[in-house]
């Protein structure tokens, strides 16, 4: 690859867990990148990162919920892919979740998993401690807890493409997900330092403010949810939903920096 090609992009996955606190009163979960991560550091995010190989395994695959197969993801993706590896953008959600924010989309025994008794809380922080610290996979865990992943839950809202200056590229599947009942986020304190709720209106409001710092497709993506309101319309909003890629193009504007997007005038220039 010649030094003028661009980096190819790696796929990941990023979740939008979203709470109703009130009526039309929607909060996002936003977490904040160590100062010192190779990517977006000190930016408030959501959660997320890169599809690992593991993701599209049988292992993983054959403990998602039957609401979501493989083909259905395939067809939400919208994308010539072997169906696991279309499920695995799904699986990869769950997984760096869980080991962000420390919330785990899945059923166990039937039910909701729920860490309302600290015998499985702590369990389960065990469990993600072993996770980030490599003695042990995403898979045997699940397997370890016979847990059903919900992929269900996850509404496929929007790709979002690395523009190609950056020296690391990533195409992001955002989705979009309801926080689950008795779980409390809490930020891994290794690669994030801090997982806030917040009002997609506060946290854009930070940004002009200075006193966080937003990705172009974070921002993006809060104003959207500031349009739709409520919680019932942001999911509805994913129904049938064509999802076309998003590649910004970062342009000089006379003496500063700026950034375009597809339909922006100067977009196809």
């Known amino acids: 690859m010649s030094a003028a090609s661009p980096q190819p992009p790696s796929d990941s996955a990023t979740v939008v867990l979203l709470r109703e606190t009130a009526p039309q009163r929607v909060e996002v979960l936003l977490v904040t990148r160590h100062a010192q991560s190779r990517a977006f550091a000190g930016a408030h995010v959501f959660p997320g990162g890169i599809v690992d190989e593991a993701d599209r395994s049988d292992e993983l695959v054959d403990t998602v919920t039957p609401r979501m197969s493989p083909d259905m993801a395939r067809t939400i993706l919208g994308e010539e892919r072997e169906p696991a590896a279309a499920l695995a953008f799904w699986i990869a959600t769950i997984r760096e979740l869980f080991e962000e924010a420390g919330i785990l989309l899945a059923d166990a025994g039937g039910a909701p998993l729920r860490f309302t008794d600290p015998a499985t809380r702590d369990r389960f922080a065990s469990h993600r401690r072993a996770l980030l610290d490599g003695a042990l996979t995403f898979g045997a865990l699940v397997t370890r807890e016979k847990l059903e992943l919900r992929a269900d839950l996850l509404r496929y809202y929007s790709r979002w493409v690395t523009p190609v200056q950056a020296p690391r590229r990533y195409d992001a599947r955002f989705f979009f997900a309801p926080v689950p009942p ?77 950034v375009l997007y597809p339909g922006d005038v100067d977009y196809a220039a």
């Open 182 to 258: 008795d779980q409390t986020p809490l930020h891994d304190d290794r690669e994030t330092t801090a997982a806030e709720w917040m009002t997609p209106a506060d946290a854009l409001a930070g940004a002009v403010a200075g006193s966080l710092v937003l990705t172009p497709p974070t921002a993006r993506t809060l104003e959207d949810l500031v349009d739709l309101g409520s919680l019932a319309a942001i999911l509805a909003s994913t129904d049938g939903r064509r999802v076309e890629p998003i590649l910004p193009k970062v342009v000089q504007i006379g003496d500063r920096m700026g």
